[in-house]
């Protein structure tokens, strides 16, 4: 869906090598600092930004709060964002869903009404069911689809989220007709995976954990160029015949006019935070890729994937 060498722009070899180490880092000069969400408590950005602030906050000397403002797929958090202060004291979390809300819905202020701060990791998508579904690989699921034309239920977040337009795009690689649910985020889809609403959900893994280690979920593929290393005997999407792949970026943005002074200083604290080992040890667990922008790449970043995003849907037939 979005090109390997847009998603690895920067690597993580590359990410942590400018981290600064012994030089020390100033003060913030706000508190506190609000970090705002579209997705619902438990939600994968949720979950991002929360463990992000307890790493975050010793480094930048100030005080965080996590809001989840849902309503629009993303549009209200937005225009909260965009029309606040812009002196580093609110922010949005990023994730392709802000771009292709405004590309879909045209909302009030769209992801051109923000301004990129840092693209912060990669996020691999997983396909999940039930542990007691019957399906136990996503091409058990696809077969199940074709032979019950209009009778699959395959759920995924907001409805302009890269997760449901990854499941469009699937559909139509497996030529199956499928009915894709849309959620306010992934703590709803999980309930719906869970009593069984739904054949199959797709999301992250720091999204699914708990229920993993709980043996309440099962994982039925991979939606990744290659198999994930926590997960050596999940096959992709790929291998199991349906030619798709996705890869989600989480970031920051905030309101247009911040003094690029106050960005840098968001730029230092984030790479001491990814390089601390207590973090290290938390994202790995999470299967999250470092891939640490700061605001002059990120805003690179996001031109190119409008652009390649812009093409996805008008090949998908969804805007001309």
Partial sequence: MISRRTLCAATAATTLARAPGARAQQRYPVSPVTLVTHSSPGGGSDIFLRELVRHLAPVMGTTFAVENLRGGSGAAAMAKVAKSPPNGSMFYATTPTY?????????????????????????????????????????????????????????????????????????????????????????????????????????????LRAQLEAGKVRLLGVVTDSRLADFPDVATAREQGVDVVVSKFRGLAGPKG???????????????????????????????????????????????????????????????
């Fill in 99 to 207: 771009i292709q809300t405004t590309l879909l819905s045209k909302p009030e202020v769209g992801h051109d009404g923000l301004d990129p701060l840092a693209i912060v990791f990669l996020d691999p998508e997983v396909i999940y069911t039930r542990a007691n579904s019957p399906f136990r690989t996503l091409a058990d699921a696809v077969a199940h689809a074709r032979s019950n034309p209009g009778r699959a239920r395959w759920g995924a977040a907001n409805p302009t989220s890269l997760e449901r337009i990854a499941l469009e795009q699937m559909k139509k690689k497996a030529g199956v007709q499928a009915a894709v649910v849309s959620h306010e985020g992934g703590g709803d889809l999980m309930i719906n995976v869970l009593n069984g609403t739904l054949d199959f959900g797709i999301g992250e893994i720091q999204e």
């Fill in 258 to 320: 911040m003094p690029d002074e106050l960005a840098a200083q968001w730029e230092q604290a984030l790479r001491a935070a990814l390089a601390s080992e207590a973090y290290r040890r938390e994202y790995a667990r999470e299967s999250l890729i470092p891939v640490m922008m700061g605001r002059a790449e990120a805003r690179a970043f996001t031109q190119r994937f409008v652009g390649e995003v812009t093409a996805t849907l008008r090949e998908l037939g969804v805007i001309r």
